[in-house]
């Protein structure tokens, strides 16, 4: 069967053996399971009992566990202190004679392990058996004199009866030994916990004797990794990250032609990460910016969890472990500790530092595991306002790793840069002529606007590249998770009516949710602004909570179970969201959408089935919850969605493009470039038209297109790749200036009698500053930053500290700061007086204040602080349990 199973059936296929596949369930997958799908499987698995009675769906569960149930496999993966001394002194003592089935399995004929980088299904080492006591294990390597060499993990190929894969930990002892006649060891299920229980274990381990079916490799390498001078480019997203590099023939000395990524030399190799189906399932390009604990019993080494397997472990109902989604927004806060807890209940306290860097790392042993090296060098794009805080922030949490500075590109312009190298290819461009551009990047949470100006010049050795680069305008409250956002909220007020009617009610249509007619949308937001436009449905939409609770926070001083059903409630609908708004715009042609427990066949071409076969969602019904397992009966149309975003898509398309438009600049661009996922929806492209007939809009979005990973997507890390190659062959020479955007906030602070000073004023360029005095016994001094309009948006406390204070000169000062603190303003500091001047950020997005003192008729210099316009990234968090 296709679709995202969480488990999967075999049609009674027979083995060489002439013995039936028998499926094998966990409890934890049963209890996510349906009904409907509890009895489907009964029925494929001929359990009668679960046929002839009417059982309830516990008593199912039972049923299955006891036929059909599946053991855990113990294997070895992370290294444990004196576990590889205890598991090859066990081995020595309690090996016996060895199987006498070596013809039952067969293994690679050779096999190439690294040092340090991970084994894995995409690296191809298949094992095949007919024997039926083969299960998941660990196998032993030794060489021809008995000694341990290493440990690999035996793992089940779900797809295929009788296949298996070898894998390994990253960090899992090799020991390359002079003698390297190699063999794999592989045993029974249980010598294999055996081998297990004195990895891990510090107890006395009862006696037995081990008995081995013993394959001999004919060729096993074990190689330390090769440092590759190659860039690996990483696209850090809100939503989802990417990562990919240039490989050429030369990138390591001896390329690995077998294993995983099956490189292609002298090309963009993009990195491959678990699907929603898991390791053994399909590997796409992209990865979920997500991370989940895992285990953190040891304060000190915190199991993460990423991508997929996050999710899946946030799906889980009742389960307590923490999954954290957009650690992006973390940029300018990193450093908080944040509050983590295990499926055990386990908790622990680590800083959000430590946890950006471990996904990072994720990314980069994903890498090196394809492509089998190591890297040093990364590029990670950021958005561009923030370029300067991203470098910072990853230079810090990354030490080993060599982080892009001087080359980077932010998102936008690297997306740009995919034109730009296309011009050049097909020779299409103008030589010497100056285009303009503007870049809107529709992020998941974040949409933000920079105008570009270029010249590509042919030049008698290489192109010549002028690029200059500024922020216009962004949101910080808009992205692609305010559309799932939006779909949430519709989906919660259809579901709530027909799990309360048992029907779906008139009033849950879209036509009078918002009762806008669809011509007359874009005008009303003219009129009246976005919040008028879903007033309806916010209010529909709070009705619903009622019923349909997702708001978990709102449940923390409830009983443990109310509130797990409140937030697997809110994971369930947010999944669903995020599913259906996938299909409808990364897929043309599909019209319709519906969700089953399984993948069915339909007739019609422009229907979507959606698999949700984990469905159970908590109902309050008399005020107490009830469990509902019954999909809802409920088809979602193009038409519907469309409507449920225009007003959205248009208001910060309107924000960004009307004052272009209102004083002719817009007619300036020859290009508008449109970057992100979320700009793949066609209501994107109709929003533009209203500002822009005609323009060479840069929207890709083919009919054919039918890939895993949307166009959009690759396209900043693609583009940041093919920049890095061509400056480093020679191909272009490029001259990149970022000018000082244009700063929306105004910071200022009141004197003593009450009345506001403005620091830095709205609208201006960055490098603007002012400063406010205090008396030198201050100790705090209140800072208060307002949104273009007036709205107070944060308020900054800078704490003095006199210890921090130095005595220096005026041209002391005026090195580090020059014009940004004239002689005049120090020359008439008073003695006992402070004067905190206010500095605008200019690459970082925010500003600093520096106080400058005098004592004794002697200048002193205190430490310089920044802070950042906006606390988070994205201020609008979806996942704070308020939605």
């Not at 009904?35 to 009964?42: A, E, V, Y």
């Not at 007919?130 to 089940?156: T, Y």
């Not at 043309?588 to 969700?595: A, D, H, N, V």
Request: aromatic share 10%.
């Amino acid at each position: 069967m296709n679709g995202p199973y969480t488990y999967r059936l075999y049609n009674h296929s027979m083995e060489s053996a002439g013995v039936r596949f028998t499926a094998r369930f966990t409890r934890t997958e049963l209890e996510q399971m349906t009904t409907f799908q509890l009895r489907g499987i009964c029925d494929k698995e001929r359990l009668v009992e679960g046929l002839a009675k009417r059982l309830e769906r516990e008593e199912l569960i039972a049923l299955i566990l006891r036929f059909r149930g599946a053991d855990s496999s113990q294997l070895i993966g992370r290294p444990h202190p004196g576990g590889f001394e205890r598991l090859e002194a066990a081995m020595q003592k309690r090996l016996g004679t060895d199987r006498l089935e070596a013809g039952h399995i067969r293994v690679p004929a050779k096999i190439v392990l690294y040092e340090e980088i991970r084994l894995g299904r995409m690296d191809g080492y298949r094992v095949e058996s007919d024997l039926h006591w083969l299960a998941e294990s660990n196998v032993l390597i030794v060489n021809a004199l008995g000694g341990l060499c290493g440990v690999l993990n035996l793992v089940k190929d779900e797809t295929e009866a009788g296949v298996y894969f070898l894998s390994r930990h990253s960090l899992a002892e090799l020991r390359l030994t002079a003698n390297q006649q190699y063999s794999l060891l592989f045993f029974r299920r249980q010598e294999s916990e055996y081998l297990y229980d004195a990895y891990y274990g510090d107890k006395p381990l009862l006696p037995s004797t081990l008995h081995a079916v013993r394959i001999p490799v004919a060729e096993l390498v074990i190689r330390k990794p090769e440092m590759t001078d190659a860039v690996l480019a990483i696209d850090f997203g809100t939503s989802n990250t990417t990562a990919g590099a240039y490989l050429d023939s030369t990138y390591v000395s001896a390329p690995d032609p077998n294993g995983a990524g099956h490189v292609l030399l002298d090309a963009v190799n993009y990195v491959s990460f678990p699907g929603a189906d898991g390791p053994g399932g399909e590997w796409i390009e992209v990865l979920p910016t997500a991370v989940s604990v895992e285990d953190c019993a040891n304060p000190q080494h915190i199991v993460y969890a990423f991508g997929e397997e996050a999710l899946r472990g946030g799906r889980v109902p009742g389960s307590r472990a923490t999954v954290m989604r957009g650690i992006k927004r973390w940029v300018n806060d990193y450093k908080r500790p944040e509050e983590l807890m295990d499926p055990e209940g386990n908790t622990a306290r680590a800083p959000r530092s430590e946890i950006l860097a471990a996904f990072i790392r994720y990314v980069v042993g994903t890498a090196e595991q394809q492509f089998k090296c190591r890297f040093r060098h990364l590029h990670l794009s950021s958005p561009v306002k923030l370029k300067a805080q991203f470098i910072e922030m990853f230079s810090e949490i990354l030490p080993e790793y060599r982080i892009e500075a001087k080359d980077t590109l932010d998102e936008g312009l690297a997306v740009l840069y995919n034109t730009l190298a296309d011009q050049m290819d097909k020779g299409t461009f103008a030589d010497g002529k100056e285009y303009q551009a503007l870049v809107i990047d529709c992020g998941g949470g974040t949409t933000d606007l920079s105008s570009c100006r270029f010249r590509i010049e042919d030049g008698r050795i290489a192109y010549k590249l002028d690029i200059h680069t500024t922020y216009e305008n962004g949101d910080t409250n808009f992205g692609g998770n305010n559309l799932t956002y939006r779909i949430m909220q519709f989906m919660k007020i259809v579901f709530a009516g027909y799990y309360a009617a048992e029907t779906r009610l008139p009033d849950t249509d879209i036509d009078a949710l918002i009762g806008i007619p669809s011509g007359d949308v874009y005008r009303y937001v003219d009129e009246y602004g976005v919040e008028s436009v879903y007033a309806g449905l916010e209010r529909r939409y709070r009705e619903a909570e009622a019923i349909l609770p997702t708001a978990f926070r709102q449940y923390e001083q409830a009983s443990r179970d109310e509130y797990q059903r409140v937030l697997g409630n809110f994971h369930l609908l947010w999944d669903a969201a995020e599913q259906m708004k996938r299909e409808f715009f990364r897929r043309t042609g599909i019209l319709r959408s519906r969700f089953e427990a399984e993948q069915v066949r339909s007739a019609d071409s422009d229907l979507n089935i959606a698999v949700m076969n984990r469905w159970m969602v908590s109902v309050v019904e008399n005020g107490r919850f009830r469990d509902e397992y019954s999909l809802p009966d409920v088809v979602f149309n193009i038409r519907e969605i469309q409507q449920l975003v225009k007003a959205d898509i248009y208001g910060i398309v309107r924000k960004f493009l009307e004052d272009f438009y209102q004083d002719g600049r817009l007619q300036d661009y020859s290009i508008i470039k449109l970057t992100g996922q979320s700009c793949r929806i066609d209501v994107f492209r109709e929003a533009l038209k209203e500002f822009v007939p005609g323009r060479s809009i840069e929207f890709r979005q083919k009919a054919a297109e039918q890939d895993r990973v949307p166009e959009l997507k690759l396209a900043c890390v693609r583009g940041a790749i093919r920049y890095l190659n061509a400056k480093k062959m020679g191909r272009i020479e490029p001259f990149i200036t970022d000018h000082v955007p244009v700063i929306p906030y105004t910071v200022s602070a009141y004197t003593h009698t009450g009345q506001e000073k403005e620091l830095v004023e709205s609208l201006t360029p960055s490098r603007s500053g002012g400063y406010i005095s205090r008396p030198s016994q201050a100790v705090e001094v209140e800072f208060f930053l307002t949104a273009h309009g007036g709205a107070l948006r944060q308020r900054h406390v800078y704490q003095r500290r006199p210890n921090e204070f130095r005595q220096v000169t005026y041209e002391n000062i005026a090195e580090l700061y020059g014009e940004g603190i004239p002689q005049d303003d120090t020359d008439s500091i008073r003695n006992g007086e402070t004067k905190y001047f206010v500095l605008a950020g200019g690459s970082r997005w925010g500003f600093h204040v520096v106080p400058v003192a005098r004592q004794n008729e002697i200048l002193e210099l205190g430490a310089k602080r920044f802070f950042a316009f906006e606390s988070d990234l994205s201020e609008l968090d979806f996942f704070d349990g308020t939605k």
